[in-house]
Structures are given as C-alpha cells and as structure tokens.
Nanobody, 121 residues
Framework: QLQLVASGGGLVQPGGSLRLSCVAS????????IGWFRQAPGKEREEVSC????????HYADSVKGRFTISRDNAKNTVYLHMSTLKPEDTAVYYC??????????????WGQGTQVTVSS
C-alpha cells in the first residue's frame, strides 16, 4: 500500500528558502504525476504545483510562480518542492499527492500527511 511522507517544513524568515520532500513507500511514483498542495488556517486547499511522471512538464499556481520549483527523482521515489523568496502568506500545511494519471490536470488518488511551513520574522 502506498504511503506518502512529506517533510522539510519548518520556521523560516521572509525571503528565506526551504526544500520539501515527498517520499513514497510501498509503491512506485514513477508512472504518476505528483502534486503539492497547501492549506492555511481558514482557507481552502490550494494546488501549488504539479509535475508529470517523467518530470517533463511542470505547473505552478500564479501565487508561487518564479519562486517555487518542483522536481523529482524517480530512482529515489521522491518529489521535491524547492521554495525560495518565501512570504508570510506562504505559511500553511503542505501536502503531496499522487495523481491518477501520468500528466497533471487529473484528480489525485493518494495523499500524504502534511508538513508545516511557517514564514515569520
């Protein structure tokens, strides 16, 4: 059974950087697109980024475009989200999820637990 574990969150000052990791066990991620989502208190969950199964296609929410970079290492069954120039409004719990398809734009079947990112001085 697939298990997704997100890690790498923490407290960072505005303008700082963090790299989140999403590691899968129990099944391979290699054939599926992977998405990163976030949810702040009192707000709806937002899809932040998605990467296709072979890494050839990536998508970003306008709110993070130019600041966040998604990547994957299929040999390690891991997807990363590198976040830079962080802002207080990036504060949220971040989740990774496995798509039902190899491309972005489809629904997600499996979700990991979240990792908290707090951007504050």
């Amino acid at each position: 059974q697939l298990q997704l574990v997100a890690s790498g969150g923490g407290l960072v000052q505005p303008g700082g950087s963090l790299r989140l990791s999403c590691v899968a066990s129990g099944s391979t991620l290699n054939y599926y697109a992977i998405g990163w989502f976030r949810q702040a208190p009192g707000k709806e969950r937002e899809e932040v980024s998605c990467i296709s199964s072979n890494g050839g296609s990536t998508h970003y929410a306008d709110s993070v475009k130019g600041r966040f970079t998604i990547s994957r290492d299929n040999a390690k069954n891991t997807v990363y989200l590198h976040m830079s120039t962080l802002k207080p409004e990036d504060t949220a719990v971040y989740y990774c999820a496995k798509s039902r398809a190899s491309r972005c734009g489809y629904s997600y079947a499996d979700w990991g637990q979240g990792t908290q990112v707090t951007v504050s001085s």
